[in-house]
């Protein structure tokens, strides 16, 4: 199509089959050239977070339900050259009872002078198959309300432009209705192998995560950051010439809310032939089931999302026009979440279908701005 876009929409003029409404599912190829699904119940789908010249293909289809499924499409292709402004520089987070206060400082650099809003992106990490949710602030403050207390949220901040939002500034998890948790006790140092090793700490109820502190005396470097986790245990790999060289240190925080630093351990050299060392469990599914077949239940409604397939700032926004805390509740409407479509009703490999169904004409691929 020669397109030259920062995002692009997909459009479709028919929306319905019959007298029966109909989901929209639609599919776009991936770097690693495998076919991604999504889902909407309107003639839209916006596809952000695009990267630079990389090419979009695209196809749509009519889908009511498992057993009523229309063809593809022809496909089409869109190339993106993103015009989007950075995100927010020194994203301050600071738990509330049941929410998250999150402020920043103003963008700069290149189309920072066309910003409109601000999108804060927040998910629940502690309720199983909760997506991103997300609402728009014109500046900082922000306030989002209606969280669950004890839950801890991931939060990052998007700057949106005209031409849509830019890649999201990612910082620290925050565990609502919790302040400033303590300083890790317990922690305790195995050697996995020579050259791996297993730390583990006391969990404390009032953190949204740990950052580990490493340093080696191999090279006499100085203590410093070396990554960070939600949970009370953390392996270490590759550490040359030997476990014996590192010295590790834990810290806890809660948002930008820090404790002060454990006690630094260090790991033993392992005896020659020694059995391998503990690793840490597997983190718990996100969703238990999600993308597995299911048989459907022909007597059930069909499960048409309203979803979007982005993550915009548009709806349940409560916007700020003045140096004032905006604020947003978790409990109203749902803000716009992602499809997450698994392609489980996808009838096979693209482009293959029951072809029961016309298709979809004519598809559109539209440039939001150039």
């Known amino acids: 199509m020669g397109l030259s876009a920062t995002r692009f929409e997909l459009v479709s003029r028919e929306l319905r089959y019959g007298s029966s409404s109909s989901c929209l599912a639609t599919a776009y190829l991936t770097l ?4 991604s699904y999504g889902r909407t119940g309107v003639n ?3 596809i952000t977070w695009t990267l630079d010249g990389f090419n979009y293909t695209v196809s749509v289809r009519i889908s009511n339900s498992a057993d009523s499924i229309g063809p593809w499409t ?8 993103p015009q989007l402004a950075a995100g927010p ?3 301050q987070t600071h738990a509330t009872a049941t929410g998250v206060d999150v402020t920043w400082d103003p963008v700069a650099g290149p189309y920072s002078d066309h910003i409109i809003e601000y999108n804060v992106i927040y998910w629940d990490q502690d309720t199983p198959c909760a997506f991103l949710a997300g609402a728009a602030f014109t500046n900082s403050p922000a306030h989002i309300d209606g969280l669950n207390p004890g839950y801890r949220c991931l939060i990052a901040v998007t700057t949106w432009t005209p031409s849509g939002g830019g890649f999201p500034e990612i910082v620290r998890n925050v565990r609502v209705g919790q302040g400033t948790p303590g300083v890790p006790t317990g922690v305790e140092i195995v050697p996995i192998d020579a050259g791996s090793i297993h730390l583990t700490w006391e969990a404390d109820p009032a953190a949204a995560g740990y950052t580990i502190y490493a340093k080696d ?5 100085s203590l410093q950051a070396n990554g960070a986790t939600r949970d009370s245990c953390a392996d270490g790999y590759f550490l040359f010439p030997g476990v014996q060289f590192y010295t590790f240190c ?8 820090d404790s002060g630093m454990s006690e630094c351990v260090t790991a033993l050299q392992p005896a020659n032939g020694a059995p391998r060392g503990p690793t840490c469990p597997a983190p718990a599914p996100w969703c238990p089931g999600f993308g597995q077949p299911s048989t459907p239940d022909p007597n059930a409604a069909s499960s048409c999302e309203a979803a979007d397939g982005g993550y915009g700032p548009r709806t349940n926004a409560t916007t700020a ?4 805390t905006s604020t947003v509740s978790a409990s ?13 009703d996808d009838g096979g490999s693209f482009p293959a279908c029951d072809g029961s169904k016309p298709a979809l004409t004519p598809l559109t691929m539209t440039p939001i701005s150039q």
């Open 32 to 35: 690693n050239k495998d076919w």
């Open 44 to 46: 839209q789908s916006d």
């Open 74 to 81: 022809d496909p089409q292709t869109v190339t993106a050259h």
């Open 89 to 91: 520089p020194n994203v």
């Open 217 to 221: 005396s191999y090279t006499n470097s």
């Open 250 to 257: 834990v810290s806890s925080f809660n948002g930008n809310a």
């Open 321 to 324: 026009t003045s140096s004032s």
């Open 332 to 344: 109203s409407p749902t803000p716009t979440s992602g499809t997450g479509g698994d392609g489980s």
